[in-house]
C-alpha cells in the first residue's frame, strides 16, 4: 500500500550550504563543519573529488576510494546511529560491468566506522528479469556477491516482496510531478549514500548519480510513471489466460476476452505494476513511450524528492564503461579506458565531471562506439557519423565528442543536467580535486 508523506524540510546534507534547514530535525552536518563541498550557487561551484585508477604496489583501489570518500567530506555527516541507505544497481545476472561487491564493502565499513548502520538497497525492476520482485532480487544481489559476508551489510530491497511498499514524497519545485513514489526503506533511512556505476544507457544517454537515485529509487508504479506515466499491457501472443494477474489487482482492472486473453482498462488502472511482477509468462509489461527528454525530467524530479530533508552523499565509480545499462543481462565492451573514482555533496556536479571526464576519454578500438565512430585514432573529422552528435569531429582527443550522444543519438543526456540544475537538485559548474 503506498502512503502519503508529509512535506518535508529543504535540502539538509552539508551540500547546502547557507540554505541548511535542519534534516527531519535530527540529521544534519556535524557542527562546526566548515569545507562542507556545498552545491554551486551559479558563481560557486561544487567541489567533485576525483582519484584516478593508479595504485602503488600495495596500495588498494579500495583504500584510494576510502581516502577520496574522507577527503570529501563525507564524515561530516552525523551518521551516529543513523539507518544509512547506500543505493546501489546489484547488476542484471549475466551482466559483468555492474560495480564489485568490494567498493560497496568500501562505504558500509566507512559507514560503520563513522557510528552508522549500513544497508545496501534497490527498488525492483519494472520489466521481466531476475529483479522484478524482492525473493529474485536478492537472488540477483546474492549470486553477484553482495552477501552479508562480502559487504558486511544486509541486502534491503526498498519497495518489498512485489513493488508496491512505497511511500509518496512530495516533489519540492518539482514542474511535470508533484509527487514521487519511493522504495519505503529508502525513504525510512535517515541518511542517503547513493554508489553509482557510470556507464552509457539507451534512454537516459548516461547512467549515473541521478538515474541511480531518481529511477532506481522509485517503486514499481513510481517507475512506470517516470516511463510513461504509469499503464502496463498484455501482449495476447504470450497470455495463457491463468488470470493470475486478475487475482492480484486491487482495481478489478483487468478483464478477459472469449479467447480467455486477459487486458487491462486504463480508466481503472491506477499503476502499481503488481500484474507484471505476478505473470510467470512474461505476458506483461509496460510500453517505453516516453522520449529521452520526458523520461530525463521524471527521474531528476524523482531524485529531488529522494533526497530532499536529509543528508546524502554520492560517490561514482567510472570504470567498464558498457555502452548500455546494468539491467542489461549482458554487457557489450568498454567504450573508453577506465577513469576513476569521482566523490561529492552534490549529484549533479558529479554526474557533469563523470560526463566531461567520459567524453575527453578516448574511445576503445573495436568497442561499440569504436566501431560506429570508424577509426577513433585517425586525427582530423570522420565523415561516419559526425552529423550524430554534433561535433567537430571524431579524432579521439579531447573535448571533440559526445559519445553518450553518438552511441544512442535518439538520447539527450543534457536534459539531466539542465533540469536537475532548473529545479535545485544541484549545480553542473564544479571544481575538481584531485587526490592522489
Ligand atoms: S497472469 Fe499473465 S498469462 Fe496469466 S492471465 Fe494474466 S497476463 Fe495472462
Ligand atoms: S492492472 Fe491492476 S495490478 Fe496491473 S498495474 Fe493496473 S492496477 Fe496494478
Not at 579500495?62 to 574522507?70: A, F, G, R, S, V
Not at 541486502?155 to 519545485?173: F, S
Amino acid at each position: 500500500m503506498s502512503e502519503t508523506a508529509k512535506p518535508r524540510k529543504a535540502h539538509a546534507s552539508p551540500a547546502s550550504g547557507k540554505n541548511e534547514r535542519p534534516a527531519r530535525g535530527r540529521r544534519a552536518a556535524k557542527d562546526g563543519a566548515k569545507d562542507t563541498g556545498k552545491k554551486g550557487t551559479g558563481t560557486e561551484p561544487s567541489k567533485v573529488y576525483f582519484t584516478d585508477m593508479r595504485c602503488r604496489i600495495g596500495t588498494s583501489l579500495l583504500d584510494k576510494m576510502d581516502k577520496l570518500m574522507l577527503a570529501a567530506g563525507m564524515e561530516r555527516i552525523s551518521f551516529q546511529n543513523a539507518f544509512v541507505a547506500i543505493k546501489i544497481h546489484f547488476g542484471e545476472p549475466g551482466n559483468l560491468a555492474f560495480l564489485r561487491p568490494n567498493f560497496a564493502k568500501s562505504v558500509a565499513d566507512r559507514v560503520k566506522k563513522l557510528g552508522g548502520m549500513p544497508f545496501l538497497t534497490d527498488a525492483n525492476t519494472l520489466y521481466v528479469g531476475r529483479r522484478n520482485n524482492a525473493l529474485l532480487h536478492m537472488d540477483a544481489a546474492y549470486e553477484n556477491g553482495f552477501t552479508p559476508f562480502s559487504t558486511g551489510c544486509h541486502v534491503v530491497i526498498a519497495d518489498g516482496l512485489k513493488g508496491a511498499d512505497e511511500v509518496e514524497v512530495p516533489i519540492e519545485g518539482g514542474v511535470h510531478l508533484k509527487t514521487a513514489k519511493i522504495g519505503r526503506a529508502i525513504m525510512d533511512a535517515d541518511i542517503f549514500i547513493s554508489l553509482n556505476h557510470f556507464k552509457g544507457h539507451e534512454l537516459t544517454g548516461f547512467g549515473g548519480a541521478i538515474k541511480n537515485i531518481g529511477m532506481g529509487s522509485g517503486s514499481r508504479a513510481g517507475k512506470m510513471i517516470m516511463h510513461n506515466n504509469g499503464k502496463p499491457r498484455v501482449a495476447h501472443d504470450k497470455c495463457v489466460g491463468c488470470s493470475t494477474c486478475a487475482r492480484y489487482c486491487n482495481q478489478d482492472a483487468i478483464s478477459f476476452n472469449e479467447e480467455k486473453k486477459a487486458s487491462i482498462n486504463h480508466e481503472l488502472c491506477v499503476g502499481c505494476g503488481r500484474c507484471i511482477a505476478t505473470c510467470n509468462f512474461d505476458a506483461i509489461d509496460t510500453p517505453w513511450e516516453g522520449s529521452s527528454d520526458d523520461v530525463n525530467i521524471r527521474m531528476v524530479e524523482y531524485a529531488k524528492a529522494v533526497l530532499d530533508g536529509r543528508p546524502h552523499f554520492h560517490i561514482s565509480v567510472v570504470n567498464h564503461v558498457s555502452p548500455n545499462c546494468d539491467c542489461h543481462g549482458e554487457n557489450d565492451a568498454a567504450i573508453i579506458p577506465d577513469i576513476g573514482i569521482f566523490a561529492s555533496f552534490d549529484p549533479v556536479a558529479l554526474d557533469k565531471a563523470c560526463i566531461d571526464a567520459v567524453n575527453a576519454a578516448p574511445v576503445i578500438p573495436g568497442s561499440a562506439l569504436g566501431d560506429r565512430i570508424g577509426d577513433p585514432f585517425k586525427s582530423g573529422p570522420s565523415d561516419k557519423g559526425a552529423s550524430a552528435c554534433g561535433c567537430a569531429g571524431h579524432s579521439g582527443h579531447a573535448g571533440q565528442h559526445d559519445h553518450f550522444r553518438f552511441i544512442h543519438p535518439t538520447t539527450n543526456w543534457r536534459s539531466q543536467i539542465e533540469h536537475a540544475e532548473a529545479i535545485g537538485l544541484g549545480s553542473g559548474t564544479y571544481e575538481l580535486v584531485t587526490i592522489k
